[in-house]
């Protein structure tokens, strides 16, 4: 009984690590567009600081606990692929 429930939270455990990485390349795209409008809007100052915060509000809602490094280089990698798709 305990091997079929290890099992299962092993099974459960990979899934979620394989969304891992989609959650959090989408959400951070998610969250540069969102600083980008509020920046034009003249919402805020710091986009990449709104970005950061926003990333990591939406992975912590989700049961995602991301360290901040991680958070940051995400929206850097969300930025180059948004704003330099032409070049």
């Known amino acids: ?10 099974r459960a455990l990979t899934e979620g690590l394989k969304n891992y990485g989609w ?12 600083a ?3 920046n034009i809007a003249g919402l ?4 990449k600081q709104y970005a950061v915060e926003i990333l990591d ?3 912590k809602d989700h049961g995602f606990n991301v360290n901040l490094d ?7 990698a969300a930025v180059l ?3 330099n798709r032409d070049k």
Do not use: C, H, P, Y
Not at 23 to 34: D, K, N, P, Q
Not at 44 to 47: H, T, Y
Not at 70 to 76: C, G, H, L, R
């Open 44 to 47: 805020i100052k710091d986009k």
């Open 1 to 10: 009984a305990i091997s079929a429930w290890l099992i299962a939270k092993v």
């Open 81 to 83: 692929q948004e704003f």
């Open 23 to 34: 959650v959090l390349e989408e959400f951070a795209t998610i969250a540069v567009r969102a």
């Open 57 to 59: 509000k939406s992975l």
């Open 70 to 76: 991680v958070i940051s280089a995400a929206i850097e």
């Open 36 to 38: 980008e409008q509020a």
